[in-house]
């Protein structure tokens, strides 16, 4: 598995070698959106902008907003770039633009399983990639929001938004940032009740690949894929995904500025 999450460096590298054009980039068409006005149908991605003030967390449209010309090249929409910060992950990913980069890295995408696994670093049972305890001897060992969420994240941790990778301290695996920073896609589609059928099977499963289609019941037809690790924006107060053992859940062709990926490489 990759030691960290991949750099806006090495995305920018891929595109050069291949012209590839990510999801945010692309035009939508009337054909994939039916039902949306002309005008929406613009090339963007999906932004987090802090509200002014403390606002009720029950309507993620507060602070979440469809930004034209957001894209892994300006994280912040129009007018932002990615000059000085070559060693942040790249951000605005869909799923197909992350398993593109792996192909063409000689890589694939983890499953689910795998990533748990390399996460948790031999510590078995325990709360998070580092043991049980969030801040160990007063120590921030990941990327997350301190603060008033969603309004002001306060940066406690030494970053408001997205930290560069190798920000904070490995697990015992030697891999970076499991915990916070960016959500990261995995191969397996997304179904609440995958790991439940497995347990009725009876037996151990060994190195599950994960469901063979996607189904969320919040929104039935919906293609989703696994996301896992939490982000910058984890906080108690909202999210706690930054826990090893928690899940995340994406459509297959959004992007945002807190989710990125890894990638992983098999050995022969």
């Given at each position: 598995?990759?030691?960290?999450?991949?750099?806006?460096?090495?995305?920018?590298?891929?595109?050069?070698a291949t012209g590839y054009v990510t999801v945010a980039e692309r035009t939508p068409t009337r054909e994939e959106f039916p039902d949306a006005p002309m005008e929406n149908l613009v090339a963007g991605s999906v932004l987090f902008t802090p509200p002014p003030q403390p606002v009720p967390l029950d309507n993620h449209l507060q602070w979440w907003s469809y930004v034209r010309g957001a894209d892994w090249r300006h994280p912040?929409?129009?007018?932002?770039?990615?000059?000085?910060?070559?060693?942040?992950?790249?951000?605005?990913?869909?799923?197909?633009?992350?398993?593109?980069?792996?192909?063409?890295?000689?890589?694939?995408?983890?499953?689910?399983?795998?990533?748990?696994?390399?996460a948790r670093g031999g510590r078995t049972g325990e709360l998070f990639a580092w043991g049980n305890q969030m801040r160990p001897e007063g120590?921030?060992?990941?990327?997350?929001?301190?603060?008033?969420?969603?309004?002001?994240?306060?940066?406690?941790?030494?970053?408001?938004?997205i930290a560069p990778v190798k920000s904070f301290a490995p697990n015992a695996y030697g891999l970076f940032d499991m915990a916070g920073n960016?959500?990261?896609?995995?191969?397996?589609?997304?179904?609440?009740?995958?790991?439940?059928?497995?347990?009725?099977?009876?037996?151990?499963?060994?190195?599950?690949?994960g469901p063979t289609d996607s189904y969320d019941p919040v929104e039935p037809g919906?293609?989703?894929?696994?996301?896992?690790?939490?982000?910058?924006?984890?906080?108690d107060q909202y999210c706690t995904r930054y826990m090893v053992g928690t899940r995340g859940?994406?459509?297959?062709?959004?992007?945002?500025?807190?989710?990125?990926f890894r990638c992983v490489r098999e050995l022969r």
């Open positions: 598995m990759d030691a960290t999450e991949v750099t806006n460096a090495q995305f920018e590298a891929f595109v050069k912040e929409g129009p007018g932002t770039s990615i000059r000085g910060r070559e060693s942040h992950p790249v951000v605005h990913v869909a799923w197909e633009d992350a398993a593109a980069y792996a192909r063409w890295a000689g890589k694939r995408l983890p499953t689910e399983a795998e990533w748990e696994f390399a120590r921030w060992m990941a990327n997350s929001f301190q603060g008033s969420f969603p309004d002001r994240d306060a940066g406690q941790d030494g970053y408001k938004g960016v959500w990261e896609w995995c191969s397996d589609w997304y179904r609440p009740d995958y790991y439940d059928r497995l347990a009725k099977q009876g037996g151990i499963a060994i190195n599950p690949k919906v293609a989703k894929r696994i996301q896992r690790g939490g982000s910058y924006l984890c906080t859940k994406g459509e297959v062709s959004s992007a945002t500025n807190h989710i990125g």
